[in-house]
């Protein structure tokens, strides 16, 4: 059973950094390419940003500005999300997400969330 | 970048009522556009993919539909299950971009 189980999240002051973390099982990691989407409050769905399955693509959404940076662990079967400069814009649940098969960059797969509250 | 839009943002039927959802992107992305369902308090979940596959386990009431700039998403006959937002997603090249959504309720 493909499981996605985030991690990391909570209250951060704006301008500060945080890191989240995905872990993944039930599934070949090093196989599939991993998103971050993110959900604020009432919101809908934003995507953040993909990793391909060897690491050697990676996007990002425009509107991070190089200030989000994802990652992600094959020993551990994990993926990251280094965030930071955060702003309260960010408040959001952040959804880890599996692709699907052959590459697809559609979200076979969604994991719980975790929320990131951005506030002084 | 491609923009998605969805209409209508939000509609309201009754069970057994068949209810049509429409997406159009501002660009042609062949047939590169899912559907998902985020009922209330949930993460979503993969509904169509392809336009028109069915995701395993996702009942057959579900039917996707479309190509280029152009796609609908039908539920043939509304279940009170169904209550939820349903969002579509261009994946034919980043930014993996979503819909606005559109609620479904029972009336």
């Known amino acids: 059973e493909v499981q996605l189980v985030e991690s990391g999240g909570g ?30 409050p009432g919101k809908g769905l934003e995507w953040v940003s993909y990793i391909s399955s060897g690491s050697n693509y990676i996007y990002y959404a425009d509107s991070l ?10 020993a551990k079967n994990s993926l990251y999300l280094q965030m930071n400069s955060l702003r ?20 076979e797969y969604w994991g719980q969330g975790t929320l990131v509250t951005v506030s002084s | 970048d491609i923009q998605m839009t969805q209409s209508p943002s939000s ?26 369902q ?12 392809a336009a028109s596959t069915l995701q395993s386990g996702v009942p057959s009431r579900f039917s996707g539909s479309g ?4 796609f609908t998403l039908t539920i043939s006959s509304l279940q009170p299950e169904d ?11 980043a930014p993996l971009t979503f819909g606005p959504g559109t609620k479904v309720d029972i009336k």
């Open chain 1, 88 to 107: 309260p814009e960010d408040t959001a649940v952040y959804y880890c997400a599996r692709g699907g098969a052959v590459a697809g960059l559609f979200f």
């Open chain 1, 65 to 74: 500005k190089g200030r989000f940076t994802i990652s992600r662990d094959y």
């Open chain 2, 38 to 49: 985020q009922r209330p308090g949930k993460a979503p979940k993969l509904l169509i993919y």
């Open chain 2, 83 to 93: 209550v939820a937002t349903y969002y579509c997603q261009k994946y034919n090249s």
């Open chain 1, 11 to 40: 209250l951060v002051k704006p301008g500060g950094s945080l890191r989240i973390s995905c872990a993944a099982s039930g599934f070949t990691f090093s196989s599939y390419i991993m998103n971050w989407v993110r959900q604020a």
């Open chain 2, 67 to 70: 190509s280029g700039t152009d």
């Open chain 2, 11 to 36: 509609l309201s039927a009754s069970v057994g009522d068949r209810v049509t959802i429409t997406c159009r992107a501002s660009q042609g992305i062949n047939n590169y556009l899912a559907w998902y």
